[in-house]
Nanobody, 124 residues
Framework: RLVESGGGSVQAGGSLRLSCAAS????????IGWIRQVPGKERESLAC?????????YYSDSVKGRFTISRDNAKKTAYLEMNGLKPQDTAVYFC??????????????????WGQGTQVTVSS
């Protein structure tokens, strides 16, 4: 099970930190990703971090340089630090997990488990 938290409303240029707490899985064996969805649009894969301690990461072009993905395997929690937020970042943000021990990452949406999502709203 994955549970996101940390969403909310912020003005353009602001920052938010999303958390993804995992339970019921061997967290260390899973790569973790963050995905967002705007109503009426397809889900967009934003970032992914490998299961290994020294995480390999992937970022989509839309968030590269503004968002940072990280994880704390001891706490079974992953994070998405979002800086320089823009109104077009408004969406429901999901974390997801895929069984991929080691340094593997994915840029697709082929995850095994998904959280319920948390709303992020950025006003201009």
């Amino acid at each position: 099970r994955l549970v996101e938290s940390g969403g909310g409303s912020v003005q353009a240029g602001g920052s938010l930190r999303l958390s993804c707490a995992a339970s019921g899985i061997t967290f260390d064996d899973y790569a973790i990703g963050w995905i967002r969805q705007v109503p009426g649009k397809e889900r967009e894969s934003l970032a992914c971090i490998s299961s290994s301690t020294h995480g390999v990461t992937y970022y989509s072009d839309s968030v590269k340089g503004r968002f940072t993905i990280s994880r704390d395997n001891a706490k079974k929690t992953a994070y998405l630090e979002m800086n320089g937020l823009k109104p077009q970042d408004t969406a429901v943000y999901f974390c997801a997990a895929v069984w991929l021990p080691g340094r593997g990452i994915i840029s697709s949406l082929q995850y095994d488990f998904w959280g319920q999502g948390t709303q992020v709203t950025v006003s201009s």
